[in-house]
């Protein structure tokens, strides 16, 4: 039994020397390359495949990109808000579809909306919750962008932390290729272009 204790402590003592060997120097720091890496994870998006195409437009202003034309006519506020205080927001979009095959988007795969301090805030299911029962021309995701048509309705929604009046709105044009992120429309909106 005094020798399977022994080679028990032996091997950890192995594996400890290892694992203190991989380190960058010699006071047993670990690398940072992982650190570092983060850090360049937005950067390297677009090498990725992802946004290499950023398109930039007004509110209420068109963008063509993919057979597909972009039009962000209002974000709403619906004057619900969470336990903490942040408003339900909406997006009023016109999709229109320019090819002949009909296909699906989902708020959670086609947008997104970007803080001063680029945090993301994605798609939230409390707001499509409210947005069903309560407001009027509300579509559930995904919803159907028609061939050869247009989409227009009300989608979400996300929850705007109560500080924020200042964002982008992002949507990926993928049609019906929903890992295919290389354009992105980017909208800015400001506390004038939120009706309530």
Avoid: W
């Avoid at 095959?101 to 994605?122: A, C």
């Amino acid at each position: 039994m005094k020798k399977h204790k022994f080679i028990s402590f032996a091997l950890l003592a192995v594996i400890s020397l290892s694992v203190t060997g991989c380190s960058d120097n010699k006071n047993g720091s670990v690398s940072n390359s992982s650190a570092e890496s983060s850090m360049n994870f937005a950067e390297n998006l677009k090498s990725d495949g992802i946004a290499d195409n950023e398109i930039s437009v007004a509110i209420n202003e068109e963008a063509d990109v993919n057979q597909t034309v972009f039009k962000l006519n209002r974000i709403i506020d619906s004057g619900t808000k969470s336990d903490s205080g942040d408003p339900y927001i909406y997006l009023d979009v016109t999709i229109s579809n320019s090819t002949d095959k009909e296909y699906d988007l989902s708020v959670l795969n086609n947008f997104y909306l970007l803080m001063p301090d680029s945090q993301e805030i994605h798609f939230d299911v409390r707001t499509q919750l409210y947005g069903t029962k309560n407001i009027q021309n509300y579509s559930a995701s995904p919803f159907t962008i028609p061939a050869n048509d247009e989409f227009s309705g009300i989608i979400g929604g996300f929850i705007l932390p109560q500080n924020v009046q200042d964002f982008t709105v992002c949507f990926f044009p993928t049609q019906d290729n929903t890992s295919d992120k290389t354009n992105v429309v980017k909208v800015n909106v400001t506390a004038t272009d939120i009706v309530k």
